[in-house]
């Protein structure tokens, strides 16, 4: 035997939604808050203003208004004017009319929130929502590279995060230079190496400037030269430095020839000990991977200890051009009538040296005589 059980169910109840508060309004009654703007893009550290207005019906009257940044149902939302995070730097700018204007100073980061504003009335409350996006942004320096060749384009772009709402000014610096360019990107056509540095840029009346962007210019060796050191006379057992100077980036290799003959590397090249065989034509080749350059060829005189070589050094002029013949005269003359001076000294001396010995020598055979004759005389007088 089978028994049927059969279920029945009870009608659903209904759902019943229960509204508390002051009533439920509409714009239609009367009610509203109009923001200026609904999104802001404001600069860290800039001062913010957000225009308003509200409207409420006929026959209320105002008796609080307030900034928030929360809304939670059936829960009064904070006001941002009691807010220790806040309540230094907002100000009302509104009044308990229609104009509910706020400014908020030195904006950060955590700021980037939805505001909305509040009133309250004798009969009623309202909150405009949705309300006014804050986003905050630093400044950025972009560059299409941060190397570019000499004489190449490169164009620099002052990004922020977002759009900045306000029409802006830009500042544009290089180093500790400020440039003449107000355009939010900074246009370079050809590249020189003057163009080279840290840039960073601002926007006008507003103290936040960007981290610095580096911008490297690469070139060929350029004005590449020899400088001699000693110059105008070098003589004979002198060490000699020549040094090659050339502006590159990257910086160049050296290479020095004598002639055509490849005789070291280096930036300096040192002549130890520089004797006649070391006489000729110098120069240095500075390359990089962009190029090389020569250098004009210097020429090394050597100038003979005992003034042999006046007809070569008399040819030799000064390395840089600055001395002339007569001065290389001059200089010769000098050498050699201090060399000869020297000598003169040299075989004064040696004289001098002769003739003292000789006189130690007298003096040393009469200061024995005399002992001599001392020991005898007591032995006379014994007879």
């Given at each position: 035997?089978?028994?049927m059980?059969?279920?029945?169910m009870?009608?659903?109840?209904?759902?019943?939604?229960?509204?508390?508060?002051?009533?439920?309004?509409s714009?239609?009654d009367?009610?509203?808050?109009?923001?200026?703007?609904?999104?802001?893009?404001a600069?860290?550290?800039?001062?913010?203003?957000?225009?308003c207005t509200?409207?409420?019906?006929?026959?209320?009257?105002?008796?609080?208004?307030?900034?928030?940044n929360t809304?939670?149902?059936?829960?009064?939302?904070?006001?941002?004017?009691?807010?220790s995070?806040y309540?230094e730097r907002?100000?009302?700018?509104?009044d308990?009319?229609?104009?509910?204007?706020?400014?908020l100073?030195?904006?950060?980061?955590?700021?980037?929130?939805?505001y909305y504003?509040?009133?309250?009335?004798?009969k009623?409350?309202?909150?405009?929502?949705?309300?006014?996006?804050?986003?905050?942004?630093d400044?950025?320096?972009?560059?299409?590279?941060?190397?570019?060749?000499?004489?190449?384009?490169?164009?620099?772009?002052c990004?922020?995060?977002?759009?900045?709402t306000?029409?802006?000014?830009?500042?544009?610096f290089?180093n500790?230079q400020?440039?003449?360019d107000?355009?939010?990107?900074l246009?370079?056509p050809?590249?020189r190496?003057?163009?080279?540095?840290?840039?960073?840029c601002?926007?006008?009346?507003h103290?936040?400037?960007?981290?610095h962007?580096?911008?490297?210019?690469?070139?060929?060796p350029k004005?590449?030269?020899?400088?001699?050191n000693p110059?105008?006379v070098?003589?004979?057992?002198?060490?000699?430095?020549?040094?090659?100077i050339?502006?590159?980036?990257?910086?160049?290799?050296?290479?020095?020839?004598?002639e055509?003959?490849?005789?070291?590397?280096?930036?300096?090249?040192?002549i130890?000990?520089?004797?006649?065989?070391?006489?000729?034509?110098?120069?240095?080749?500075?390359?990089?991977?962009?190029?090389?350059?020569?250098?004009?060829?210097?020429?090394?005189?050597?100038?003979?200890v005992?003034?042999?070589s006046?007809?070569?050094?008399?040819?030799?002029?000064?390395?840089?051009?600055?001395?002339?013949a007569?001065?290389i005269l001059?200089i010769?003359?000098y050498?050699c009538?201090?060399k000869?001076?020297?000598?003169?000294?040299?075989?004064?001396?040696?004289?001098?040296?002769d003739v003292?010995?000789?006189t130690?020598?007298?003096?040393?055979?009469?200061?024995?005589?005399?002992?001599?004759?001392?020991?005898?005389?007591?032995?006379?007088?014994m007879?």
């Amino acid at each position: 035997m089978y028994l049927m059980v059969m279920s029945v169910m009870a009608p659903p109840l209904p759902v019943i939604l229960l509204l508390i508060g002051q009533g439920v309004y509409s714009a239609a009654d009367g009610w509203s808050v109009s923001y200026s703007s609904s999104h802001i893009c404001a600069l860290k550290d800039s001062t913010v203003t957000i225009n308003c207005t509200y409207k409420y019906p006929t026959g209320h009257h105002i008796t609080e208004v307030l900034w928030t940044n929360t809304i939670v149902p059936c829960i009064d939302a904070p006001d941002l004017f009691k807010e220790s995070e806040y309540r230094e730097r907002i100000q009302y700018l509104g009044d308990k009319q229609h104009d509910c204007s706020v400014r908020l100073t030195d904006v950060r980061h955590t700021d980037k929130q939805e505001y909305y504003f509040r009133f309250i009335t004798n009969k009623g409350k309202w909150i405009g929502a949705p309300g006014v996006t804050l986003d905050v942004t630093d400044l950025q320096v972009e560059s299409e590279g941060e190397t570019v060749m000499e004489g190449h384009p490169v164009n620099l772009t002052c990004k922020s995060r977002c759009s900045l709402t306000d029409t802006s000014t830009f500042i544009w610096f290089r180093n500790t230079q400020t440039l003449n360019d107000t355009n939010k990107k900074l246009i370079l056509p050809s590249v020189r190496r003057e163009n080279a540095g840290d840039y960073r840029c601002a926007v006008q009346g507003h103290k936040l400037t960007s981290p610095h962007q580096r911008l490297n210019v690469t070139y060929p060796p350029k004005q590449t030269s020899v400088a001699v050191n000693p110059c105008c006379v070098i003589v004979e057992g002198d060490s000699v430095n020549l040094t090659c100077i050339s502006q590159s980036n990257p910086p160049a290799n050296i290479s020095w020839f004598k002639e055509e003959t490849s005789v070291g590397s280096g930036n300096i090249f040192i002549i130890s000990n520089i004797r006649s065989d070391h006489i000729g034509e110098y120069k240095c080749k500075a390359e990089n991977e962009l190029g090389e350059k020569y250098s004009e060829s210097v020429t090394l005189n050597v100038l003979s200890v005992r003034c042999v070589s006046l007809s070569v050094a008399l040819g030799v002029g000064c390395c840089l051009g600055v001395c002339g013949a007569s001065a290389i005269l001059l200089i010769v003359m000098y050498i050699c009538r201090r060399k000869s001076l020297r000598r003169k000294a040299s075989e004064r001396k040696l004289k001098n040296d002769d003739v003292s010995n000789d006189t130690y020598t007298a003096l040393e055979l009469k200061s024995r005589s005399s002992d001599l004759y001392g020991t005898l005389t007591p032995n006379q007088k014994m007879m």
